[in-house]
């Protein structure tokens, strides 16, 4: 790529940002577009004060006032408001504006000048992006002991970040878990593979046998599950008959307001008519889910699940962790998610069939992860613009208008790279439903490792060997040593791609996300149609993780990359890191919802994506010098790259171990608070109430209107 195609996207990316903004800053100070902009601060019943005045400038005027505002959130408020979760993203953009910003200071200081003056002779009569990187150092030059420096500086730094990160994130979930020590999943553990009790003919008693028994003094109560498809489909019939039922009477009020004439008259004894007919039907199916819910029909679908709960959480804490029965098979035990995480339907699956579920799940995975190549491929086909013209002569046409191929090459094959790419997370987390988690937290998380690969395998290293790819994944197979070589020449030759991509990932994906043009037009057309006349329900959707820990991962992945290889990406990558830090701090305080809280264990996972970005970079290197006849520089590189693989053997025991269990000194700990507030009993008889299933939960939806079209918004 030329200067010139360069300038381009970054003119077009940075232009499109600024209107996107702009338009955003405007939007965010309508009143109307408050269940947009505000969804969860409305959720929270929060007051928003908006200049209501119709003729005021600053209501129409664009303002910065919203990235002051999101400068000046401190962490601990969006622990305490969001939760540490919430935390862990904002996290992870302020590593990469920390590492991204050391490495612009070394590359600006010390590589680019080294790169610029790196051809011995001066023979540089083309003006390319190539002078700033390490392709302009000669073969065998002494200059490249410098970018060896370089890499283990850089190396070093981001394990020193990593660590402190994974130790602060630590500290910070064990005061999680205790400022949330109310919660009920503390003192509750989920049994399954519960054996069938023969003497009383079912299995919820053989629950309370086998705790009793084992647990005297501890065990508390326990919550069998059932199978409730039919009564959760008549729930949900019996809503939809609800919602039409309030906009019938809603629809009669407003008539009654406003009734002249007798033909209006006639129109509304035919919707009386109506309204009383879906009552009818309503008063039915509420009598059948009476029956399913009855006792006697319920304990023919028992499934062999139960939440137990324990009189403390050392006990629950104990018990979750150790093997119940001989029988490995049975009486599983694992501490439970917490109430409103619970994915019910996937409890249903019985768990010895749970392996095969995981299996299919990968596999799918792995089959998209291959097979999107077709479209990203021909995606980088249009960015070589020169292949086009060989394939569409027609496409010669573009040449006619100045300024328009720089546009092409520039800005289009990220772009529709992007919207392929946006649909990813959608189909990943609809498969990882699939596979059986006990927990939504747990489906995402898994989502999150996919999309992840799905980017690294598909963005970042298609870009890389796209063109001869067959070939060259053939070559590699057959000769794994050449690997380096190979990944290095393609790193260096594909560095300007990735800068465009960086550019249009950061500057249009974080200003479409904050500008939510897709709520925004439903809402529109919502409207429209309503003539405006409803009040209107908050968009309320969760916290979109599977989307943005991957991507910001995939551009810490890139940045690392070229940290040594091609400086001039860095500062780039700042803004980036600065825009995402800024709109995703908007998005948590006003916009998103929480639905769950899981104390940060999406860290350790972030931890392992930046830990694979840095064995990359070093992989990279290691070829580079091999490519450009340095070998003592090459075979120096091993030692800090078996460093890194030991650093992150260490971080598994050190750290890793906390994330994934409840240590019995905090739960210890927790009680005796408990105790000295005299809080302990109240808990656990909480915790014992908490987990009802839903096919188990009362009919409570014909209350009024605005509760039960909320629905639309709840994310699921
Ligand atoms: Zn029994």
Redesign the pocket.
Known sequence: MNPESLIASVAINFGLAMVVLSLFSILKKQPSNAPIYYARRLSLNHQIHFDRRFFSLRRYCPSLSWISRSFRVPETEILHASGLDALVVIRLFKFGIKFSVVCTVVGLAVLIPVNYNGQDELSITYHSMDAFTISNISRGSDRLWIHFGCLWFLSFYALYLLYKEYNEILIKRIQQLQQIRDRPDQFTVLVREIPF?T??K?RA??A??FFSKYYPHDYHSYQILYNGKDVEELMNQAKSIARKINNLKERSEVKQTNRSGTFLLDKSDREEAKLALQEEKLEELRLKINQLQSESTLKQKELPVAFVTFKSRLAATLVAQSQQHSHPLSWITSMAPEPRDVSWRNLVIPYRILPLCRLGVFLTATLLTIFFAIPVTAVQGIAKFEKLKKWFPPAMAIQLIPGLSSVITGYLPSAILKGFIYIIPFAMLGMAKLGGSISKSKEEIKTCNMVFYFLVGNVFFLSLLSGSLLDQIGESFSHPKDFPARLASAVSAQADFFMTYILTDGLSGFSLEILQPGLLSWDCIKSCFYCGRKEKNPYLYSLPYCRVIPMASLSILIGMVYAVVSPLLLPFLIGYFCLGYLVFINQIEDVYDIIYETCGEYWPHIHSYILMAVVLMQITMIGLFGLKSKPAASISTIPLLLLTLMFNEYCKIRFLPSFRNFSVQSAMKNDELDMKSNRLEANYENASNAYSPPCLQPLNFVASGSSSTRLFGSSS
């Open positions: 009790c003497e009383h079912a008693c053989s309370d046998h």
